[in-house]
């Protein structure tokens, strides 16, 4: 009952507080107006730069980014080697499907990005002309592409050369009107292809398992066997490295010295991450034995976070601008424990006539932080709105980010609590100042 009692008086003195806050704002609205003013500058610079770096500094696919690995092999001959460089980011056509058939990790993957024009079954429709994505089976698992409709096809289908294809929801949308279009079939540069699984709609932020096609690029429209898109000759786009004499040969066929394919390997756990390292570094050594490869064993295996950090996915101008946000933010909180220091200053004779009348060191510390606080959600609901404008603003920008620019839950919430903390932080000194306040020295001058 006791503690009751004294939960219950706690309650009561926060809201005398706060009573007090509300009166002190009306006595001095300008001065009041212009710290919340000022906090919610500082806010919404901050939250804007902060929001638009932790969208694109995020974790793609968190719970499996440290299993997932991109690899990289040295398959290039000896013209400007320089020993310890680093190889080029993606395989040989022969290196990787050499790999996926060995099959050593838990999962694998080899691919190459594209673009193919797809003819809707409504007369009189022109082909759209979508994204899409060469892969093998292991795709959907490895990333945690999400279904709609369906599933993937499987490694029988790769080694059959199988004419199937998994569809986003909006391509779906466009072509058959948002049904379940699992069996229908779809002619993809005027080869027919069969549907077998339609995803839900999927971003992942970066395009992190082919940067090539840009780093914040929407996922694929389309998804089809890599076997199958070289058998039918539906032709792909993206970087492409070559060295050597390909006689004439096409830069995607089997044994051509070009690497164009992104090659990826889930281990079971981290730990897996060395053993594997080393049996890429002997299959190099067998490649050099056998002729193909010139250069001593250099490969890479990043987890995904390395590799993003490696690829310098992370534009250099965000991380800057956050830099400034936060200078600018610190520079509105110089300010506002100024105006706060002047406004206890005017206070004086009213803090000293409380104390006459009872009130402690530590009453007065609460009032004048309670005051603090109660300035911070003000200019906090200020920099929300502010925040708003400049992500719309970020939003109209050209950059390949600026559609991701949007505040969720987590940063809303992040947004009052780190306007309330920098008011209490500024409201520190007034505060300090005010509990110091001599009651005595006050009542001689009133």
Known sequence: MARDSTTEGDHLMLAYYFDLALRSFKSARALSLLMILALGLGIGACMTTLTVYHVLSGDPIPGKSDRLFNVELDAANMIDYQPGQEPTFQLTRFDAETLLRAAHAKRQVMMTGAHVPVQPETAGMKPIVASARYTSADFFAMFEAPFLYGSGWDAAADSAQARVVVISQSLNDKIFGGENSVGRELMVRRVSMRVVGVLKEWRPVPHYYDLTMGNYEKSEDLFAPFSTAIALKLGASGNMDCWGNTAGASPRDLNTPCSWIQY?????????????????????????????????????????????????????????????????????????????????????????????????????????????????????????????????????????????????????????????????????????????????????TQ
């Not at 890429?280 to 067998?286: A, M, P, R, V």
């Not at 970020?394 to 620019?405: D, G, M, W």
């Open 264 to 444: 990826w390997v889930e281990l079971e756990s981290a730990d897996q991450a060395p053993a594997f390292r080393n049996y890429l570094t002997q299959y190099s050594e067998e490649q050099r034995r056998a002729g193909r490869f010139e250069r001593p064993a250099n490969v890479r295996l990043r987890n995904v976070m390395d590799w993003l950090v490696y690829r310098q996915v992370l534009p250099g101008d965000v991380r800057l601008q956050l830099w400034l946000a936060f200078g600018f933010l610190l520079v509105c909180l110089t300010n506002t424990v100024g105006l706060l220091l002047a406004k206890c200053l005017r206070r004086s004779g009213e803090i000293g006539v409380r104390r006459a009348l009872g009130a402690t060191r530590g009453a007065i510390f609460s009032q004048f932080l309670v005051e603090a606080g109660t300035l911070g959600l003000a200019g906090g609901l200020l920099g929300l709105l502010l925040a708003a404008a400049g992500l719309w603003l970020v939003r109209q920008s050209p950059a390949e980010y600026a559609a991701l620019a949007q505040m969720d839950w987590p940063m809303l919430a992040l947004t009052l609590g780190l306007a309330l903390l920098a008011s209490l932080v500024a409201g520190l000194l007034p505060a300090w100042h005010a509990a110091g306040v001599t009651p005595a020295q006050q009542l001689k």
